[in-house]
T-cell receptor, first 113, second 113 residues
C-alpha cells in the first residue's frame, strides 16, 4: 500500500514570503499526484494534478505553482504568499489507471500572517 | 453537470445509535463511488469504494454503503456509532479512467456520550 509523506505539518509564513511544500510517495511507482486545499470549514479544492514527471495540470489560477521533479515527488510552491493562501494543504496519490481511490498525506496547516 | 451533494452539513448522534450519511451524485458515466473520513487536523482516509457488482459494500471501521442507481445515491451507514467516529465524512465520485474525483462538501459528525 502507498504511504505519503508530507512536510512540514505546520507552517506560519509572513505575507510576501516564498513557500515550498513537499510530498513524497512510497509503495508505488508512476502514480497520479494531487494537491488539494481546504479552507477553514470548507470542502476540498483541487489545485494541481500530475500524471507524470514534469506534467502539471492547474485547476485554479492563482499565485501557486506545482512541480514534479521525480516520479514520486510533488512540490507546491509560491514566490509570494497572500493572506488568502492560508489553509490546510493535502497531497494525494493514486495508482495510475487503477481508480482505487486516493491515498492522502497528513496535510500541512499553512497560516499566512 | 457532474456533482456530488451531501445534504447534511452537520449531524449529531448519540453513542450507540445508528448512523446514515447521505450522498447524492450526478455523473454521466457509470460511477465509481467513495467515502472518506477525516479526523481533525488529519488527512483523509478511504473508508470504502464501489465500482460494480454487489450494491452493498463493506468498509473499514464497521461502515457500509449502499449504491442505489435509481436514486443516484450512495449513503453511508453504521449500525452503532462510537465516540471515535466523530469526524468529517466526504463522498466522492469518478469513473473508470478518470484522473480526478469530484468531492462533496462533507458532513461533520458529532457523537454525544
Amino acid at each position: 500500500s502507498q504511504t505519503i509523506h508530507q512536510w512540514p505539518a505546520t507552517l506560519v509564513q509572513p505575507v510576501g514570503s516564498p513557500l515550498s511544500l513537499e510530498c513524497t510517495v512510497e509503495g508505488t511507482s508512476n502514480p497520479n499526484l494531487y494537491w488539494y486545499r481546504q479552507a477553514a470549514g470548507r470542502g476540498l479544492q483541487l489545485l494541481f494534478y500530475s500524471v507524470g514527471i514534469g506534467q502539471i495540470s492547474s485547476e485554479v489560477p492563482q499565485n501557486l505553482s506545482a512541480s514534479r521533479p521525480q516520479d514520486r515527488q510533488f512540490i507546491l510552491s509560491s514566490k509570494k504568499l497572500l493572506l488568502s493562501d492560508s489553509g490546510f494543504y493535502l497531497c494525494a496519490s493514486e495508482d495510475r489507471g487503477k481508480n482505487y481511490g486516493y491515498t492522502f498525506g497528513s496535510g500541512t496547516r499553512l497560516t499566512v500572517v | 453537470a457532474q456533482s456530488v451533494t451531501q445534504p447534511d452539513i452537520h449531524i449529531t448522534v448519540s453513542e450507540g445509535a445508528s448512523l446514515e450519511l447521505r450522498c447524492n451524485y450526478s455523473y454521466g458515466a457509470t460511477p465509481y463511488l467513495f467515502w472518506y473520513v477525516q479526523s481533525p487536523g488529519q488527512g483523509l482516509q478511504l473508508l470504502l469504494k464501489y465500482f460494480s457488482g454487489d450494491t452493498l459494500v463493506q468498509g473499514i471501521k464497521g461502515f457500509e454503503a449502499e449504491f442505489k442507481r435509481s436514486q443516484s445515491s450512495f449513503n453511508l451507514r453504521k449500525p452503532s456509532v462510537h465516540w471515535s467516529d466523530a469526524a468529517e465524512y466526504f463522498c466522492a465520485v469518478g469513473a473508470r479512467g478518470t484522473y480526478k474525483y469530484i468531492f462533496g462538501t462533507g458532513t461533520r459528525l458529532k457523537v454525544l456520550a
